[in-house]
Each structure stands twice: as C-alpha cells, then as structure tokens.
C-alpha cells in the first residue's frame, strides 16, 4: 500500500516514545509531521491501516497513578493553532470556524452511536495519538493544558466532552 509520502520518505516506529515517525534515509532527517508535498489522504489510510494497532505495552501497573486520570481525545487543528502541521497535514490552512464545524460533526457521529471517538481519532485527529486511538495514557493534574485539563477532570470514565478549545486546536475528549 502506498504511504503518501515524497520519494525517499518512509515510516519507521520510535521505541522510546511508542509512536510512528517519518524518515529520509537519504538525508538522515526524521521528523513527527509529515515532510511537505505528502499526500494526507493517502498516508491518513497507510497510518489507519498499518499504525494503529502496532502499540508495545507501556508497562502501566508499573506507573505510580495515584491522581492520575486517563483519557483520549480526538484533536481539530487550524491555522491560528499554537503548531497548524500535523502527521496527516504538514500545513493547515482551515479557519477556525471550519475546524469547528468538521469537530461538531465529529461530535454529532459520536453522540448518535454511528461510531466511537476511538475509531474517529485513527483517521481524523490531528494529534499523534492518533495511532493510539487518541489515548492520551494516564496524566495529573499541571500535565496538560488548563483548559483540556479541566474539562477531563470533570468527567466520569465513559463519558465525553463536548468540543473543548485549547491553543492546539479543538478537542473531544473521552474519559
């Protein structure tokens, strides 16, 4: 299956952060965004297809959680974000408004039970998590920002946020 990256890109996984990242052999250069001139599209399918599910166990029951919440998001980014690139776009362009009427409609797919944020995140979020299923893992409370912090604390396991606006762009959040 094709990648949708330029000639001389590929992926390759990180071990120590548990994630895909893109690498020219040629150049030696790696980056977490895709290179310009990638097709988002198609490496929004290779990711889908072949980087979700290919997670190695984080060694969870040997983390102190105490205070510790887990959760997973599904992120919007737009242009006036703190960073507009993402691994499926390498600049975003879309306005606010337009971020937030494609993570309304996300919102809508979620409440109606059409389909889970899970499966969403895979394909549509502009978060690395993305390959996680938008886990986020476990985090405390300073770890994230305030906005997406407050917001996560409040809800109960199960539940889900409405659209929740940070500096990196438009969240659901799903405890």
Known sequence: MATGLPAGWEVRHSNSKN???????????????????????????????????????????????????????????????????????????RSKDDAYGIIQNHYSRIQSGSTSLGDLAVTESDCPSARKRGDLGFFGQGDMQKEFEEASFVLKPGEVSPVIETASGLHIIER
Not at 19 to 41: A, C, G, I, M
Not at 81 to 92: G, K, L, M, V
């Open 19 to 93: 994630l895909p990242y893109y690498f020219n052999p040629q150049t030696k250069e790696s980056r977490w965004e895709p290179p310009v001139e990638t097709d988002s599209e198609t490496l929004k399918h290779y990711m889908a297809q072949y980087h979700t599910n290919n997670l190695r166990a984080e060694g969870v029951a040997q983390q102190d959680l105490s205070g510790k919440i887990r959760c997973a998001h599904l992120l919007v980014k737009h242009r006036d974000s703190r960073r507009p690139s993402s691994w499926r776009e390498a600049q975003i362009t």
